[in-house]
């Protein structure tokens, strides 16, 4: 900006009061500001253009063929200024691109035909693309926008994402029929001596099971580990395995028969999932969109 545009810049609200009541007490007042002020600046945009722009006549002060030059420039100026600051309505239907959305298989599952079914209503020209979760939540893509969301377990995520709480489960134990642990009374110590397999989306070697076991003294074997809740299955299981999984998880795989579901011996923290964003799109309207609409799709 020059320095030219720095001084008229501030004074073009003045000119265009002056141009609309041909007053210096009534631009005042449409102003806020006292007629000594107005005059101040009017002396101020004289000087800045070599004219004397409105000039006194008994009918109130009049442009002269400058200033009614000038007039269509400065009105064209103060609208788009206004604009900065006046947003127009916004209306999902226009929102073109790729929505991604990076999360873990049950999440996924979960999410995918309420979301798809959401878009295509009211953002026909969206595509919508979910993605496996990264071990640092995705963080520097939600930051470049690859990523518009993360949805996940809030256990290590960082702290200066912003985040919404979208559901809460709880874990429980799932084995084979023919399972040994699948009737009678199941203890802590019994939990713990079985073979498990374990679902570490993040590949950690650990969980929240671990930690409640160790709470008790107890430590369990983890003879497999898989990335995700797909492949668990009654076959994958047998009646040698036992797995914790959320509730919801163990309810679709019990659909397919063969299984048991057993609450936990242990008390195991809740599984509270949170959507996250990178507080750069904090106030993206589009971002804020697809937030509710990810809520939505999981009520």
């Not at 430590?219 to 995700?228: G, Q």
Request: proline share 5%; charged share 25%; net charge neutral.
């Amino acid at each position: 900006m020059t320095r030219w545009n720095s001084v008229i810049l501030p004074l073009l609200p003045t000119f265009k009061a002056l141009l609309d009541h041909r007053s210096a007490v009534r631009a005042g007042e449409d102003l806020g500001l006292t007629q000594s002020a107005v005059s101040k600046q009017l002396a101020k945009l004289r000087d800045c253009f070599g004219d004397e722009l409105f000039t006194r006549t008994s009918s109130g002060l009049q442009p002269t063929e400058r200033a009614i030059q000038l007039a269509p420039k400065v009105i064209a100026l103060l609208e788009d200024a206004d604009g900065l600051f006046r947003e127009s309505p916004f209306d999902p239907a226009r929102l073109t691109g790729n929505a991604v959305i990076a999360t873990t298989d049950e999440i996924r599952a979960q999410l995918t035909v309420g979301m798809l079914r959401h878009v295509t209503e009211h953002a026909p020209n969206m595509r919508l693309t979910l993605i496996p979760l990264e071990q640092d939540y995705s963080q520097r893509r939600l930051e470049n926008g690859t990523v518009d969301l993360v949805i996940s377990v809030n256990w290590h995520a960082p702290d200066h994402l912003q985040q919404r709480r979208l559901i809460s489960d709880r874990f429980v134990c799932l084995m084979g029929n023919g399972h040994p642990l699948a009737r009678g009374a199941l203890t802590g110590a019994d939990f713990a001596a079985a073979h498990h397999i374990m679902v570490a989306p993040l590949g950690h070697e650990w969980g929240v099971v671990d930690v409640a076991l160790e709470q008790k003294g107890l430590k369990r074997f983890v003879r497999l580990s898989i990335p995700d809740f797909l492949q668990v299955s009654p076959e994958l299981l047998g009646d040698d395995f036992v797995i914790s999984l959320p509730h919801r998880v163990a309810l679709e795989i019990a659909k397919r028969g063969g299984v048991t579901i057993r609450e936990l011996p242990v008390e195991a923290p809740a599984i509270d999932y949170y959507l996250f964003w990178h507080q750069r799109y904090r106030n993206s309207r589009r971002t804020i969109w697809l937030r509710d609409a990810v809520t939505r799709a999981f009520q």
